[in-house]
Each structure stands twice: as structure tokens, then as C-alpha cells.
């Protein structure tokens, strides 16, 4: 960061300095809502419980029952729900349409209470974080952003275009990308200055304090605010993606899905006992904790079967397991298809840990309020920003008043010339 010196250097310090300005103010309001909305998403699991604080409270006895009697269990109790799936969260197997749910105590096979629809307010953080309003059955949707654009095939993933809304979030994670990387540029101190430049001078005036502040606070910030640009654009934006796996030894192995006989099979799709059977002879050492269950409305659907072996990064999500496998619904033939052996360490990171790291589930609620507290960073950096562009801006006017006038000009404030600071 440092190899460009003296003379060369400055040209460079220049541009970062007035791109990396420009795009913040340019850009700071909606990359504010994006990441404070994802600040408070870190902690959705923990704040839908807390909820439904009844659903959740379990007898601690050892476990009776399997995904299938639960799941059996609410439709004999509730005829008239139509279940999707059946997770294993907390502790609680919560069977579910994804809309709403049923949790059952696996030590007493009773179920224990009703978890509703998303709150509204919850619902919309969603839809704007991770759809920036594009998603139809979320509140705040915007049609328009839910628009294909024609001829972005190349950068939607599996040739699919992309959405305005999709186009939005994957470009302001690449614009938060290029201001954390110039951000840090800028700070890099000069040799011997290391100790000045992680130091905060609260008595030298606002505009040295709120320089140091945004300093600091976007260098403790970096890692994760990094971290959250590329994967977030990556989930939007296949290049982004791609580039991963071209910049590292990696490779990209395709899903294996099972389809049925027929997607006009008139055969009888076998029961869930029986599909939990097969995955559980394909996979017998792992422990279940997620299963789908195929819709009728979708002919080309299967038994999905999530399995947690050892660590799994997802467990604090509502979607644990790392292994998944496929059982076909008229055939009850089981295949892998998530979580394959023999891939290469840069393709486990990609698929198995760029969801969990970017939103936190990868650690507990505890660890996890570091991603709260650096989700709010760009706050501190927005208003310290505008703070010291405003001083900057006040200096200016004042410097050109006094061109006007005659008068001495004032000297316009420098962080790195005022207290010697780099």
C-alpha cells in the first residue's frame, strides 16, 4: 500500500481521496440502510424466539421422537396445516410451511406452541437487506425492483438475469468494497508513525477527533466490512463469484439433482419414513436436522435431507446442516448434493462459510455481537466523515472569501499535517 512514495504518490492519494469522498456521500444513505438493516439481521433467529418464547421452551429430557413422528404429530394434532419441512432449532423441531410453524418438544413428542408470521418490521428488514425490496411476499416490495434487466445473463447465477434490485445490492457491495480498500489505503501510516495513526486525539478540536474517530473506527471495522462487500455482492453478482474461484486453487463442482422417474410420473411418492430411511442408509453417521419435504404443486421435487458431521457452520442458523442429500420421491434412490467430499479448501470456504460469516450465524448469539457492533460502524463513519467534509468545505469558502477580499487566507485543516500525525 505503501510502494508508491513522494511524488508518484500523490496523484494516486489524490484520486483515492476524492472517489473515496465522493462515493460515500454520493452513495451513504442507502449503503447506511443496507448495512444497519444487516446490523439487526445478525440477530433474526434470536429475536423470532424471543417472540415466541413458549414455542421454544423444551423439557431438556432426552429425545423420543424423529423428524417423522413430529412431523406426524402436528398433522394428526392440526390437519389443516400443510407442512414443508421439519427443523431441527435449539433443540425445538420446528415443523414448518415457511410461513408460520409448530414446535414439538423431541424429548416429550409434545408440541409445545405456534410461531407466527414474520413481524412486519422484520419482514421488511429482510426485504431490504437481502432483496433491497424486490421480494414479492415481503412487505416494503417495489415491482419494479423485482424486474429482470434483459441482457444480464452473464452476471446473474446459472445465466439467470438479474433483478434491479439484485443489480443495486451486488453494485453497493462492490462500491463499500472500494471504500474500505482506499479507506485503508489512505490510513497506511508512514514508517514510525504506527502509534499516532491507532490514536484518537479528543482534545485537539472536532476536526482532528472525528478524523482519528473515522480512522480507528474504519480500521477496526475493515475485516468485516470486506468481508460483507464481496460476499454480498457475490451473492448477487456471478463474476464476483467467479472471481474467487479463478483468484484461488478451487473448482466448481455441480449440484447433483435427483429427479424423479417422470415430472408426469403418476406413481405414488413413498412415504417420509421411507425416505428417511434411504438417507439415513446413505448417510448413517451424520445427525438430522433438517429436512424438506416435496410439493405436489412441483412434479420435479425431492426429499431433502440436511445433515450436521462435526462442526457445522450453519448450526446457529435456522437452516442447520452441511451435508445435503436428495431422496427421489417415487424412487427413494438418495444422492449427495451440498456438502461433497474431496472439494478444495477455497470451495468449502466459498459455499459452506461465506453465508454464515457474512451474517454471524457462524458463532452464538455472544460472539456474534461483534457483527452488531461493526454492522453500526458505518454510522460512526458517516457522520465523522461528513463531519470532517464539512469542515473541509467551511475552510474552503472561507479561504475563497479571503482571495475575494484581500484578506490572509486561512489555513485549510489537514489531518496529516496538523500534530504530526503521519
Known amino acids: ?19 473515496h469522498r465522493w462515493i460515500s456521500l454520493i452513495l451513504g444513505v442507502v449503503l447506511l440502510a443496507i448495512t444497519t438493516s444487516g446490523a439487526i439481521l445478525v440477530y433474526r433467529p434470536e429475536i423470532h424466539r424471543a417472540l415466541h418464547a413458549d414455542a421454544y421452551e423444551i423439557s431438556g429430557k432426552p429425545a423420543t421422537i424423529d423428524v417423522a413422528e413430529a412431523l406426524a404429530t402436528v398433522q394428526r394434532e392440526h390437519p389443516k396445516f400443510k407442512p414443508t ?10 415443523v414448518t410451511d415457511y410461513t408460520t410453524s409448530y414446535t414439538v418438544d423431541p424429548g416429550t413428542g409434545e408440541i409445545l406452541g405456534f410461531v407466527g408470521k414474520t413481524p412486519a418490521w422484520l419482514g421488511f428488514l429482510d426485504n431490504l437487506h437481502e432483496c ?30 438479474v433483478t434491479w434490485g439484485a443489480l443495486v445490492l451486488g453494485i453497493f457491495g462492490l462500491a463499500l468494497l472500494y471504500l474500505t480498500l482506499t479507506g485503508l489505503w489512505l490510513w497506511f501510516p508512514r514508517p514510525g508513525k504506527w502509534k499516532s495513526a491507532v490514536t484518537v486525539r479528543w482534545k485537539k478540536g472536532r476536526f482532528a477527533r472525528d478524523t482519528d474517530l473515522h480512522n480507528v473506527a474504519g480500521l477496526i471495522s475493515v475485516p468485516l466490512l470486506a ?14 463469484e467467479s472471481l474467487w474461484h479463478a483468484a484461488t486453487p478451487s473448482s466448481s463442482l455441480e449440484e447433483t439433482r435427483v429427479e424423479p422417474l417422470s415430472t408426469k410420473s403418476k406413481s405414488d411418492d413413498i ?13 448413517p453417521n451424520g445427525r438430522l436436522v433438517n429436512v424438506d419435504i416435496p410439493t405436489r404443486e412441483d412434479p420435479t421435487s425431492s426429499f431433502t435431507f440436511y445433515f450436521q458431521d462435526g462442526y457445522d457452520p450453519w448450526g446457529e442458523s435456522e437452516y442447520p446442516g ?6 427421489d420421491r417415487h424412487t427413494g434412490v438418495a444422492r449427495d448434493f451440498y456438502g461433497f467430499a474431496g472439494r478444495s479448501t477455497a470451495e468449502v470456504i466459498w459455499e459452506d462459510f461465506n453465508f454464515p460469516v457474512h451474517t454471524g450465524y457462524i458463532v452464538n448469539g455472544w460472539w456474534r ?14 457522520v465523522t466523515g461528513v463531519s470532517t467534509w464539512l469542515v473541509r468545505r467551511k475552510s474552503r469558502q472561507a479561504r475563497r472569501t479571503a482571495r475575494r477580499d484581500g484578506s490572509p487566507p486561512p489555513t485549510e485543516p489537514d489531518p496529516e499535517l496538523a500534530g504530526a500525525r503521519r
Open 1 to 19: 500500500m505503501s510502494l508508491l512514495s513522494g511524488g508518484r504518490r500523490r496523484p494516486v492519494r489524490r484520486l483515492f481521496i476524492v472517489t
Open 85 to 94: 419441512g421439519v427443523w431441527d432449532e435449539h433443540g425445538v423441531m420446528r
Open 132 to 161: 433491497f425490496l424486490s421480494c414479492e411476499d415481503y412487505p416494503g416490495y417495489v415491482a419494479g425492483l423485482a424486474k429482470e434487466i434483459p441482457g444480464t445473463g452473464w452476471l446473474g447465477h446459472e445465466d439467470a438475469k
Open 227 to 240: 468481508i460483507w462487500a464481496f460476499t454480498g455482492a457475490g451473492f448477487e453478482l456471478e463474476p464476483v
Open 271 to 283: 412415504s417420509v419414513e421411507e425416505a428417511l430411511a434411504a438417507a439415513h442408509a446413505h448417510h
Open 322 to 327: 452441511e451435508t445435503g442429500i436428495y431422496v
Open 369 to 382: 455481537a461483534i457483527w452488531f457492533i461493526l454492522g453500526m460502524a458505518p454510522l460512526l463513519l458517516a
